[in-house]
């Protein structure tokens, strides 16, 4: 109760702040019932302030602190229930629910096992490509499957791994230890890297899309799946195999030798069985997903150049390709995955309802709960008022450098935050602030919502690495300091991979930027 009544305070705390904001004029007469600008954002604040703390600080459970806006901003006048449903019945997290049950079936049928074993005895037993093996097997997973679920699949194979090394005895007691700690490492980053890949990835993506939804409406360039995945797979990959190479050669440095009795390791893997029926089906059912999603949006190669998607040619004329979302193409999806035999001897499916129940609800509730906070700050005057806030920064400070200090600020935030409390809060201000300065939003949300996901060093700092630390296979001193190596080498690589290739692939001049244009 005592966090509880916590979060309550530093909801009041928000509240009061909130009173010294520059909100921008009325730009209406207000209709019957609409709330002036700063009691009703004093208000949402409130609701903020409250129920960001309460995830943070574990006040209440996850999904009922969720519910928290659903509850509290009609009741305080803020919006409608009509009004604040509208964010928990959100396109994306159709998007999200259809693609873990996607993700159940491929672990029901135990195809991301066959996956993961399969990278990691292509690369052969040496310490060194071992743990490249698994970091690469844990950012392909995770880019289309939960993290967590991605980090306790892996854990038990990584930790029989590590034993079966040592058994062997044939690394000295310091490698072998730095050995299991970067097989750890490798596991917990991986998950964490792979999210930043796709759009379903992990949860801050989907939270940059609602925000952005509303700036594509009012002729914004539409970021699309498939943009999305061409812009930060390639980061996520890059990130993965030079994290790889900073763990084993200079945090948890490990010798560059094969085992000798290396082929003793990957007895597991050697001793897959033949590909099963399920296993092809659901292969096929998650081809199928990918291609629809990655060709249902416009591509747009240029100026007057555009390549539409298959969605162009089903939605009413005059529609936009959004019209047909990615949620509905999940759910189609999920609903195959129930109807599909899975070709076992028992007559089942792929999925069924009892595997289905096991999905994270909790988590689409908190996505929900985002979503409707985030789009109550325009008509409340919230949103404008942060922008008034931070034109004048964003005025002074070259793109470059204020990339940078986002990029590491919310890294760091993220560290000891919830990298989608962090998104929620501070999405909806960039966005804002970078309308006020006439600057390209892309410029300051892409930042934002990767450099959430960039947060390896501390055990809480994100569940997989909180899973792993629980394995007592890497202390705390092993984590933070291939974290801190980590945290760096994100952003470092982050700021160059944004100015050359993701800004200017979704349309933004970064050349302009530097000169000083906008």
Do not use: K
């Not at 899309?209 to 970021?223: D, I, K, M, S, W």
């Amino acid at each position: 109760m005592q966090r509880v009544l916590l979060a309550a305070a530093i909801g009041l705390v928000c509240w009061w702040l909130g009173h010294y904001l520059p909100y921008p004029p009325q730009q209406h007469p207000l209709a019957p019932g609409e709330q002036p600008y700063g009691p009703a954002a004093c208000r949402l604040l409130f609701v903020v302030g409250m129920t960001t703390s309460s995830w943070l600080l574990a006040a209440m459970p996850i999904a009922a602190a969720s519910l928290l806006p659903l509850a509290l901003l009609p009741i305080l006048g803020v919006r409608s229930t009509a009004d604040v449903t509208v964010g928990y019945g959100h396109p994306i997290l159709w998007l999200f629910g259809g693609g873990f049950v996607l993700a159940q079936a491929v672990e029901r049928c135990g195809l991301h096992r066959r996956t993961a074993l399969g990278i990691v005895a292509a690369l052969g037993p040496h310490p060194r490509r071992l743990v490249l093996g698994f970091f690469l097997a844990a950012t392909c997973a995770s880019m289309w499957i939960n993290n967590t679920a991605i980090a306790l699949l892996l854990l038990p194979i990584g930790t029989v791994l590590v034993q079966r090394a040592a058994s062997l005895g044939e690394l000295a007691p310091r490698a072998q230890a730095n050995f299991g700690a970067a097989v750890m490492c490798a596991i917990a980053f991986g998950a964490t890297i792979g999210g930043m890949g796709s759009p379903i990835g992990t949860a801050p993506n989907a939270l940059f899309f609602t925000n952005y939804e509303g700036l594509v409406a009012n002729g914004a360039r539409p970021v699309s799946f498939l943009l999305w995945m061409l812009a930060f797979a390639p980061y996520a990959l890059l990130l993965s195999f030079l994290a790889s190479q900073l763990i084993t050669r200079i945090a948890l440095p490990l010798p560059g030798v094969r085992f000798a009795r290396g082929d003793e390791l990957l007895r597991e893997a050697r001793a897959l069985p033949p590909w099963r029926r399920a296993e092809v089906r659901t292969a096929v059912l998650f081809g199928v997903a990918v291609l629809l999603w990655t060709t249902r949006g416009d591509l747009q190669l240029g100026p007057g150049s555009v390549v539409h998607g298959w969605a162009h040619y089903l939605v009413p004329p005059g529609e936009r390709d959004r019209f047909l979302a990615d949620g509905s193409v999940a759910v189609l999806v999920a609903i195959a995955a129930f109807l599909i035999p899975s070709g076992a001897p028992d007559r089942g499916r792929l999925v069924d309802w009892e595997t289905v129940r096991r999905m994270p609800f909790d988590l689409l509730l908190l996505l929900g709960g985002g979503i409707a906070m985030a789009q109550a700050f325009d008509p409340t005057g919230l949103s404008g008022a942060f922008g008034e806030l931070l034109r004048p920064l964003i005025g002074a400070v070259h793109p470059v450098w204020l990339l940078l200090v986002l990029i590491l600020t919310v890294s760091m935030l993220s560290e000891v935050a919830s990298n989608t409390a962090v998104a929620t809060l501070l999405l909806p201000i960039v966005r804002e602030g970078a309308v006020a300065a006439d600057l390209d939003p892309l410029v300051l949300m892409l930042p934002v919502v990767i450099g959430a996901s960039c947060s390896f060093m501390l055990p809480i700092a994100t569940p997989p690495n909180t899973i792993v630390f629980a394995s007592r296979q890497i202390g705390f001193g092993q984590m933070a300091r291939a974290g801190v190596g980590m945290n760096l080498l994100s952003a470092l690589l982050l700021l160059p991979v944004l100015w050359f290739w993701a800004l200017p692939l979704c349309g933004v001049d970064t050349g302009a930027l530097a000169g000083g244009g906008r």
